[in-house]
């Protein structure tokens, strides 16, 4: 690194050498400042890439065995994932959420007209052209083809055909959103135009 003493114009009015003396000792008047000189090879930008950086990791067996982490404060305190309990509750309520999906998938079939009812939206009526379990989310789904384009493929996720409609008109929507019924197409008035 090289220190420069300059006048405010940028002419160069003396070169200090850092073992010189202390930057006091230099005559720093107004108008006049230091510039510096990096000539360590370092380049803009280079310590902001944190990509470049050497990672330390730990193997999990190693870490298991501190007592001074996070993981052995929550296990020490039966919190999150080490909760036993809580664990039961979940998967005691995943079982029961399961159950009931698949008993209100029992009486629904393909061709059954239908309205999905998602909260914040408004209800939309459709045929049901998919129902059971898919690739894509664990579960029981049902899929619609709706009466207008309001859903978001056209029958297929993932590179997998579930059922066919036209692009916007199928969306898979889980069974407590959907109600099996007579609910005949909605007439908007537009054949008459």
């Known amino acids: 690194m090289e220190l420069e003493l300059r006048a405010a114009g940028g002419e160069l009015l003396a070169r200090l050498e850092p073992d010189d003396a202390l930057l006091g000792a230099f005559p720093v008047s107004d108008g006049c400042g230091l510039h510096v000189i ?11 890439d944190v990509s470049q950086v050497p990672k330390y990791e730990m193997a999990d067996s190693d870490y298991d ?6 993981r052995s ?6 919190w999150g994932r080490f909760d036993a309990e809580a664990e039961r509750q979940r998967e005691a309520e995943e079982e029961r959420r399961r159950a009931e999906e698949a008993e209100l998938t029992a009486a629904m079939s393909p061709g059954c007209r239908c309205v999905v009812s998602i909260p914040g939206q408004p209800r939309h009526r ?22 207008e384009p309001v859903g978001k493929h056209d029958g297929s996720v993932g590179g997998r ?3 066919e409609c036209p692009q916007r008109y199928g969306a898979f929507v889980r069974p407590q959103r959907v109600t099996v019924g007579d609910f005949p197409p909605e007439d908007d008035g537009l054949d008459e135009l």
Not at 38 to 48: H, I, P
Not at 65 to 70: A, E, G, I, Q, Y
Not at 73 to 78: A, E, N, Q, S, V
């Open 38 to 48: 990096d000539r360590s090879g370092g380049r803009m930008g280079q310590f902001e």
């Open 65 to 70: 065995k501190r007592t001074d982490s996070v």
């Open 73 to 78: 404060f929550l296990r020490r305190r039966r």
């Open 126 to 147: 459709g045929t049901i052209a998919y129902v059971g379990l898919t690739d894509f989310k664990p579960g029981h789904w049902v899929g619609v083809r709706y009466d």
């Open 161 to 163: 055909r579930y059922f």
